[in-house]
């Protein structure tokens, strides 16, 4: 209890400082990538069964000179874009996924977009705590509005589990199509 006591406090308390504007860098800084589905690198998507508002279907995109420099075994660079589409999918009358002849989830429409961007010097005002490295997080409406009622706070108490992986979930998805 005490460590979910202390995170939920650490979560509150840097959404806190987000509201009262105690830190400079911000989901603010991180812009919609447009074009990214044709001119960035598709090297995931993955069938999502267990989300609370029912089954997505999920795509990770990279911008090329981050590939070419995880490709060069570089590690993610500054300027690192990262990409994540969630997707409606089809559904039978209890919620569950249809698949089709390929086992996969059937997309049907796109939910929203999800931006991590990696540049020198961002998160440094954000408590150690909390601080993703360089990172910071975006959400965006399917049109590429940016959704402003996306609590970002939680995006950093979730990749910090990651750490050891430079705060990225596919991190070892991205160094496979970097292989290809």
């Given at each position: 209890?005490?460590?979910?006591?202390?995170?939920?406090?650490?979560?509150?308390?840097?959404?806190?400082?987000?509201?009262?504007?105690?830190?400079?860098?911000?989901?603010?800084?991180?812009?919609?990538?447009?074009?990214?589905?044709?001119?960035?690198?598709?090297?995931?998507?993955?069938?999502?069964?267990?989300?609370?508002?029912?089954?997505?279907?999920?795509?990770?995109?990279?911008?090329?000179?981050?590939?070419?420099?995880?490709?060069?075994?570089?590690?993610?660079?500054?300027?690192?874009?990262?990409?994540?589409?969630?997707?409606?999918?089809?559904?039978?009358?209890?919620?569950n996924a249809i698949k089709g002849a390929d086992g996969r989830?059937?997309?049907?429409?796109?939910?929203?977009?999800?931006?991590?961007?990696?540049?020198?010097?961002?998160?440094?005002?954000?408590?150690?705590?909390?601080?993703?490295?360089?990172?910071?997080?975006?959400?965006?409406?399917?049109?590429?509005?940016?959704?402003?009622?996306?609590?970002?706070?939680?995006?950093?108490?979730?990749?910090?589990?990651?750490?050891?992986?430079?705060?990225?979930?596919?991190?070892?998805?991205?160094?496979?199509?970097?292989?290809?």
């Amino acid at each position: 209890m005490k460590t979910a006591n202390t995170k939920n406090s650490i979560v509150l308390a840097f959404g806190a400082s987000l509201i009262a504007g105690t830190a400079s860098a911000g989901t603010e800084n991180v812009a919609f990538p447009s074009g990214y589905d044709t001119g960035y690198v598709l090297y995931h998507d993955v069938d999502k069964p267990d989300r609370k508002r029912g089954p997505t279907y999920r795509k990770f995109y990279i911008n090329k000179s981050a590939l070419a420099a995880v490709s060069a075994g570089k590690p993610l660079p500054s300027g690192t874009v990262l990409v994540r589409e969630d997707w409606f999918v089809k559904q039978d009358g209890d919620r569950n996924a249809i698949k089709g002849a390929d086992g996969r989830y059937v997309p049907i429409g796109k939910k929203a977009v999800f931006v991590m961007e990696k540049r020198d010097g961002w998160g440094a005002e954000y408590p150690a705590e909390m601080r993703n490295g360089n990172w910071e997080y975006a959400a965006f409406g399917k049109d590429g509005a940016r959704n402003e009622k996306m609590k970002i706070g939680n995006c950093f108490g979730c990749h910090l589990k990651v750490k050891a992986s430079d705060y990225v979930f596919s991190l070892k998805d991205i160094k496979a199509a970097a292989t290809k």
